[in-house]
């Protein structure tokens, strides 16, 4: 498999698997006649970028019906958007951008993901780099060969007064892209609540095919497995959520969590920030004050989710805080 250690600026060409027309139109679609404009010259930028409001990082620069677009991400907040390059002023300059991340929470979270490159799983952020009040649940959504997904959780941990009063439910979902192809009822609904309001989500990358071969070690499976291009996995996947009207995170989740040094590299020339768990619960680990805690959404995992519920209906009311995942470099937004 090769890799490449500092990637700049790639134009993903033909790595998409899949057509977008296997999901449901888009949110942001009014017209329900003409579809979306498709997605050109979409490549990894690294630059800072001056708005009539703030600062920001661009890290993805394309086009989309004549118009072009960055990807940007707040370092002081952790949060993406999507906005016209023609109402931001950038600068590619390295020294300059460096300069506009220093001290800020996004350039903390990018120098423990570097620190952590060297492990074969868990590599990147586990748990809060600063004291919170709280957890922070991120659900996988891997490949699934099953009907349907568990919906009652999320409407149980919806409505669980232990977890977040009448808030939205904080939730980071790690979606790949084979299950949104095989569950797109599913994934519609999930951007409904959304929507609505009933869950805040951040959208984690969790690639756009999960590679996973049950007869492999870890030393040569998942993303670590001969043939598989790191790019367009990870790419890929962000164009399939643009495609459906959302905004990808800054965040990214390891299939198995399981990583190299080179395709940490790789992540890390993308300016993403890997999200691990030190609360994976069917694994046994326990949630502690600022965890990351990790179960399945597909119905993989069912252990993990009875574990949860249990653990959430054991509270006292109004004793849980699960925080946006944004604010797991100490943004301050633990609320």
Known sequence: MR??????????????????????????????????????RYQPVFEGCRGADRQSVAIRAYRQG????????????????????????????PGNVEALLSGTPYRRALD????????????GIVRSLTPVTGYFLTVDLCPSSKKGFNQKMFETLEHASEVHGTAALPVALAVSGRWMKTHPEAFAWLREEAVAG??????????????????????????RETGIDPLAEILGLEKLLLGQGITP??????????????????????????VGSDAWLAKG??????????????????????LMLEWVARQKKD????????SIAGTGRDR
């Open 112 to 123: 423990v993901e570097r620190e952590s490159e060297h492990l074969v799983q868990d590599a």
């Open 3 to 40: 890799h490449l250690r500092r990637p700049r600026s790639y134009v993903l060409g033909v790595s998409i698997f899949w057509p977008l027309a296997f999901l449901p139109t888009p949110v942001a679609a009014q017209d329900p006649v003409s579809s979306p404009a498709a997605i050109e």
């Open 198 to 223: 009933r869950l805040q989500v951040t959208w984690v990358n969790h690639t756009l095919s999960h590679p996973y071969d049950s007869h492999l070690d870890l030393a040569h499976n998942f993303m």
């Open 66 to 93: 004549d118009v072009d677009y960055r990807l940007t991400v707040d370092p002081h907040t952790l949060r993406t958007r999507l906005e016209k390059a023609s109402a931001l002023e950038c600068d590619a300059d």
């Open 249 to 274: 995170s800054v965040f990214f989740r390891f299939p198995g969590l399981v990583s190299s040094p080179e395709l940490m590299h790789i992540v890390e020339g993308l300016h993403l920030v890997t």
């Open 285 to 306: 680990q326990q949630p502690k004050l600022g965890s990351a805690i990790l179960i399945h959404g597909n119905l993989n995992e069912p252990a993990g989710v009875k």
């Open 319 to 326: 004793s849980i805080y699960f925080l946006p995942l944004e």
